[in-house]
């Protein structure tokens, strides 16, 4: 389930690489870019969608600061009985509007989060985002479910805020996202104790790209590190789920 969407499985394992480019009235330039990997699993905001290899990728298009992507993933087996067990596929959409004034960048978009196999699942994301280029660039997105699902499993209200840090250190990118969450009150399909508001996940990963005959080589690694109230039976719940401390590596090719 972006930066929009965190590709390391949600930290980062997906780089969007070179790009193909066309001139166009001799004044707008479209952008054709995109990546396909494997991560040793797939957690998204520290719910585990897929506890072993997932293959993920994306392909966008961008003009100017305008940009439409989509991104999948293999995921969880499928809850609906008309397909039980079959493995879900993930398709995520994104419409993204983003530039910079002086050292300020901002974003703007929203994501539709699609399930083959699961369906009833498919909810819609807007956000909007800011960061500061500096040694240390710190960035804040706020994500607002805009429709959410009849179980309550993504409600309509929900906001989750990342806080992030990034930089560089000889040819390395380092990033550490703290991320808070508040919660749509939602008494018939939420237990409180599994839905705490608050600062809910750390999330820290370090990643490398290597040109390799025309393409960007990334690989990469984090962990994602649950860290909301605990609950009475002693488990941190993020989503409704027991959240544990994740290990993700990842290796992406970016054309």
């Known amino acids: 389930m972006k930066l929009k969407k965190s590709y390391l499985a949600v930290l980062m394992a997906s780089v969007l690489g070179g790009t193909a480019s066309v001139s166009i009235a001799q004044a707008e330039e479209v952008s054709v870019s995109g990546d396909i990997g494997v991560a040793s699993q797939y957690v998204w905001r520290g719910a585990v969608q897929k506890g072993t290899t997932a293959v993920q990728g994306d392909l966008g298009v961008s003009i100017e600061g305008l940009s439409v992507s989509t991104w999948f ?36 978009g929203g994501i539709y989060y699609t399930y083959m196999y699961d369906s009833h699942s498919n909810f819609v994301e807007t956000y909007v985002g800011l960061s500061y280029d500096a040694i240390i ?63 809910s996940l750390v999330q820290v990963g370090i990643s490398k790209d290597i040109e390799a005959g025309g393409v960007t080589v990334t690989p990469s690694m984090g962990f994602s590190i649950p860290v909301i109230a605990r609950s009475s039976d002693g488990n941190r719940y993020i989503y409704g789920a027991a959240a544990q401390n994740e290990f993700i590596a990842a290796l992406n090719i970016a054309y």
Not at 77 to 106: H, M, R, W
Not at 161 to 188: E, M, N, P
């Open 137 to 199: 660039s710190p960035s804040v997105t706020a994500y607002y479910t805009a429709k959410g699902v009849q179980s309550g499993f993504y409600k309509t209200g929900d906001l989750w805020v990342d806080l992030g840090l990034s930089t560089s250190v000889k040819g390395f990118d380092l990033s550490a996202t703290a991320s808070y969450i508040r919660w749509k009150a939602d008494a018939a399909n939420r237990v409180a104790n599994l839905y705490r508001n608050g600062i």
């Open 73 to 108: 993933s293999n995921s969880y087996a499928s809850p609906d009985p008309q397909t039980l067990n079959k493995e879900v596929i993930e398709f995520d959409f994104t419409a993204d509007y983003s530039g910079s004034i002086g050292d300020v960048g901002y974003s703007i």
